[in-house]
């Protein structure tokens, strides 16, 4: 071993497994986008819990413990309840137009091609509660971007995001609105 190596810890480790595990499909949905498929990461039982807990270690360390988390519909569920299980704190679905009852909170945002709506019901984060915003993938950043200006004008204290992977070349942290959510927003994997 050459003096600089160090060994990779539990949660290089993990992340190195997952990123081996997810599958590139070109041209999906539309021509022209790589897909990152995580199918293979769900199907793994053991991989997702470690990988459940390598991110669970991850924010622990960079932010603390969350009073709540947010998940994005609909890959941000997968990951996201399980995270606020393991922390005992309530988990809030951001989804889609037309899916949730009662009063509700709601942002538009825009996508590559057209517009796109995220909801959630107005008394699911309580003001000042510590939020952090969840998805399987931080792409050019809109999605998540969205979802903290609908956790803000719900009155939470968004302490960061954490995601699966990020797709770093695509350079969406360069457009985030709230300066200290640029020092909180972790991703487990990153690609180029
Ligand atoms: P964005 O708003 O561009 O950051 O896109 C994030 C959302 O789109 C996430 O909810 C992802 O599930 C999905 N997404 C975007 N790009 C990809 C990709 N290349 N592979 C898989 N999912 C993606």
């Not at 909170?105 to 057209?114: F, I, S, T």
Request: hydrophobic share 45%; glycine share 8%; proline share 6%.
């Amino acid at each position: 071993m050459l003096l600089n190596q160090h060994p990779l810890n539990d949660i290089e480790l993990c992340a190195q497994e997952v990123k081996e595990c997810i599958v590139d499909v070109e041209d999906f949905p539309i021509p022209g986008v790589t897909f990152k498929d995580l199918g293979p990461l769900w199907a793994n039982s053991n991989l997702s819990k470690r990988a459940i807990d390598a991110m669970v270690q991850m924010v622990e360390n960079d932010q603390g413990v969350p009073e709540c988390v947010v998940g994005i519909e609909s890959r941000g569920f997968i990951f996201g309840l399980a995270m606020a299980q393991h922390w005992q704190v309530p988990f809030v679905p951001f989804r889609k137009p037309g899916k949730l009852p009662g009063e509700l909170k709601r942002v538009a945002y825009q996508l590559e091609y057209g517009t796109a709506e995220l909801e959630c019901q107005v008394n699911a984060i309580k003001p000042g509660m510590r939020v952090l915003i969840h998805d399987d993938v931080f792409a050019t950043g809109g999605t998540a971007r969205a979802a903290i200006q609908l956790a803000d004008a719900c009155g939470a204290e968004i302490m960061g995001c954490a995601f699966i992977l990020s797709l770093d070349g695509l350079n969406g942290q360069e457009h985030w609105p709230i300066p200290v959510v640029e020092k909180s927003c972790l991703s487990l994997v990153h690609f180029i």
